[in-house]
């Protein structure tokens, strides 16, 4: 709530005194502005400085201004801002609470004019607001920072409002370094402590904790370690322990571990807090774990709520209200296979942008605030290197002041950033890429020419060309998709007319329909992104590449590497269409071609949903939807499998819906009375192994059994007498009681067929 303009004049007597009784300008121009700060918040003032400089904003001899910091305690972690005169007053309450004040003049400043019309008084509305810097190898960037680099990130935390800066332990599930590090890990993590505390930022570690604690070897052992590097630290206000992901220790042994840790912590940093996650545990793990909290162990300051989490926030409100508070890790970074999922993410996207792309989301991610936190004290957001930038920047925003603006957060990561205020518009414009069938969306192409539109100044640093590859990769997936769609299209029409043509001329059309060579503009967008990945790579050592760049792996950002991936079935059709024609006689080379063109078996009949597809769902239930439901607890999600159409995988096999832990995947479908059905569905997903049964009509059709292979194909008889009224509801039933991230009931197409002589459903189908 701002303070009365009586209070803030109070807390700026001693500036607006010296100041003198002239009057305010509307847009105070800061060119030539002098910058003068008591000592507590110099390391602020002086960063303001510095950015200034960086836009050819210097001191004049004359100071047509002055920017007078003056420290306030009464102000907590907020700021003030008067002018009066020559004078603009910047009362703080805080060391640190000037580089928010810095933050608010750099995001406020056009040109040289400064946007301020009055007086301003702003405060965060939440204690903890934070980013975690994961200097490892997996991380798609940080892993490859020099000490300078890492300082300048800690500043811009500082800039957009964060109070904390979490650094990975170096013990993570990672290789013991990154081949891309200029300097050892600890090194680094200690070089940007060191440059944290400085801004006056708190320091935070995450630490996960690795060894059989159950053994008294390796308790001693992660005691030695854990308070060797707790003393070189300069500085070291929380440390976070998940309780997984990664980790495997049960409740009780992790707890007793956690309390024998208390004690090297807290003789080096005695006020220090320490928080554990409930990540990674089944069901039984995680009652063990709220029966520990509920003990209110003397060190435990919090626990946080992050990925892999069983039980939702609102359980541990319920859970932990007057027992411990609760601290957020959201996962910021992952567009699939995560925490906020894009529940109905074309695979077209999925496939080549990957699971860390850039990914700014304005709408899914306010959702997702608004639904998690409520309740809770603050976040630390899980990042994996600079993919997620906008992302960090709307919940530091938003944490500082919960009704801001999506224009409002983007207008000023402009002014600080990039020096074109038409950036604002381009967070918003390149989530809109990715609703629906990229080959049908307008938006795509909009949003690349605002993109190709942006001037950015001399000073912007490498985050316009962030923004620029994910508008050109957009673009490129969306000429490609309606290639390979149309490419599909024509080999399988070919395929339908085997029967007029005859097999060897309908064969030979297919492969033309599919051997169709990139365009040249195709090629060209191609050439855009490789040029845009190579200038990210200069200067935010953005590691897009595995072998360009030296990505750990794919999942982890590289998604150069499959921009011109397959989209067609042709790495699947070939080889069928090869069989096929081997068959004995034409009349069976052409009933095997136009069973190849009819994958949804249209000619028995089949009711068939292509369950990864969006659009292509005609009796998948979708739940609640994204914005209602973030983590898509009670929605459906499509996903995509770990491989490519180049693995031989159709599309339709590659690419599935799935449900989490006890939501069970539903489908429901109206049916003509007196019809004996059967149904048949492609089991396939990620590469891992879970119990699922399946359910008609609330009864037990398919006893829960492990999927046999991926993919798998299944076929199981419908009693006549669960459809006798014409309804059908299917339900995919998962391991009850699951940890982890709970994924597991993926299915990737089903077919509801009528029973027949040629359709007996015997339980002998092998796919189609």
Request: overall charge positive.
């Amino acid at each position: 709530m701002p303070l009365p303009a009586r209070v803030v004049r109070a807390l700026l007597a001693p500036a607006l005194a010296l100041a003198g009784p002239a009057a305010a300008l509307a847009a105070p121009d800061l060119a030539g502005a002098c910058i003068q700060a008591d000592a507590p918040a110099r390391a602020g003032a002086d960063l303001l400085a510095r950015r200034l400089h960086e836009r050819g904003i210097d001191p004049a001899p004359a100071c047509p201004l002055t920017l007078q910091f003056i420290t306030r305690p009464a102000l907590g972690e907020g700021f003030v801002l008067e002018q009066h005169g020559r004078t603009i007053a910047i009362g703080v309450g805080q060391p640190r609470s000037a580089a928010y004040a810095a933050g608010w003049v750099l995001g406020h400043l056009h040109g040289t004019r400064l946007a301020l019309a009055g007086p301003v008084h702003s405060a965060p509305a939440m204690a903890v607001r934070g980013d975690q810097i994961g200097i490892r190898a997996k991380n798609n960037s940080f892993d490859a920072w020099t000490p300078a680099m890492l300082a300048r990130q800690v500043e811009d935390l500082a800039l957009m409002g964060a109070n904390r800066v979490q650094l990975v332990a170096p013990v993570s599930d990672d290789a013991a370094a990154s081949p891309l590090a200029p300097v050892p890990a600890r090194t680094a993590i200690l070089a940007t402590a060191r440059a944290a505390h400085a801004l006056g930022l708190q320091v935070a570690l995450y630490y996960p904790l690795l060894r059989d604690y159950t053994r008294p070897g390796d308790v001693t052992a992660e005691q030695a370690d854990f308070a060797a590097l707790v003393a070189d630290f300069p500085a070291l206000d929380a440390v976070y322990f998940p309780g997984g992901d990664p980790g495997h220790t049960a409740p009780a042994p992790l707890f007793a571990v956690l309390g024998q840790l208390a004690a090297p912590l807290h003789a080096r940093f005695p006020a220090a807090e320490m928080l554990v996650s409930s990540q990674g545990f089944d069901a039984a793990g995680f009652d063990a774990f709220v029966a520990q909290v509920r003990q209110r162990p003397p060190w435990l300051s919090a626990v946080f709520v992050g990925p892999q989490t069983r039980s939702p926030i609102a359980a541990h409100r319920a859970l932990f209200a007057g027992v411990m508070p609760l601290e957020l890790y959201p996962d910021t970074a992952h567009a699939m296979h995560a925490q906020l999922p894009l529940q109905r993410w074309h695979p077209a996207f999925a496939l080549t942008e990957g699971r860390e792309p850039v990914n700014p989301r304005p709408r899914a991610m306010a959702a997702a605030f608004a639904d998690q936190a409520p309740g809770t004290r603050g976040f630390i957001a899980y990042s994996e290197g600079v993919n997620d930038d906008w992302n960090l920047a709307q919940w530091l925003a938003l944490a500082w002041n919960p009704h801001a603006s999506t224009r409002a957060i983007a207008l000023a990561h402009a002014r600080r950033f990039i020096g074109d205020d038409r950036f604002a518009t381009l967070p918003q414009a390149l989530e809109r890429n990715w609703r629906g069938d990229p080959a049908r969306n307008p938006s795509i192409g909009m949003t690349l020419a605002a993109a190709r539109a942006l001037r950015p100044a001399a000073w912007a640093d490498w985050r316009i060309d962030l923004y620029r590859y994910r508008a050109v990769y957009d673009a490129l997936v969306a000429r490609r998709w309606a290639a390979a769609q149309a490419a599909d299209r024509a080999a399988r029409a070919a395929l339908a007319q085997a029967a007029i043509t005859g097999s060897a001329q309908a064969v030979a059309r297919a492969r033309a329909a599919l051997d169709r060579p990139e365009p040249r503009a195709t090629l060209a967008l191609y050439h855009q992104l490789e040029a845009l990945a190579a200038r990210l790579w200069d200067k935010a050592r953005m590691q897009l590449s595995v072998p360009r760049y030296g990505a750990s792996n794919w999942e982890r950002g590289a998604n150069l590497d499959r921009a011109m991936a397959d989209l067609t079935d042709r790495a699947a059709l070939l080889p069928r269409l090869a069989s096929a024609l081997a068959a004995p006689g034409e009349a069976a080379r052409q009933a095997a071609l136009i069973a190849l063109a009819d994958r949804a078996d249209r000619r028995h009949g089949a009711l068939y949903d292509d369950l990864g597809m969006p659009g292509a769902q005609p009796h998948l239930l979708r739940g609640w939807g994204e914005l209602a439901d973030p983590q898509g607890r009670h929605s459906s999600i499509v996903g995509v499998a770990d491989h490519l159409p180049a693995d031989g995988w159709p599309l339709a096999t590659l690419t599935y819906a799935e449900t989490l832990y006890e939501n069970p995947l539903r489908l429901a479908y109206r049916l003509p009375r007196g019809r004996a059905w059967c149904l048949r569905l492609t089991w396939a997903g990620e590469d891992y192994w879970r119990t699922m049964a399946v359910y008609a009509n609330g009864q037990m059709i398919l006893p829960p059994r492990q999927r046999p292979s991926n993919p798998a194909f299944v076929e199981v008889a419908i009693p006549a007498a669960l459809t006798r009224q014409g309804r059908l509801a299917l339900a995919f039933a998962g391991q009850a009681g699951a940890g982890g991230g709970g994924r597991g009931q993926q299915v990737a197409e089903t077919w509801l067929i009528p029973r027949s002589a040629q359709i007996r459903c015997d339980g002998q189908w092998t796919g189609p």
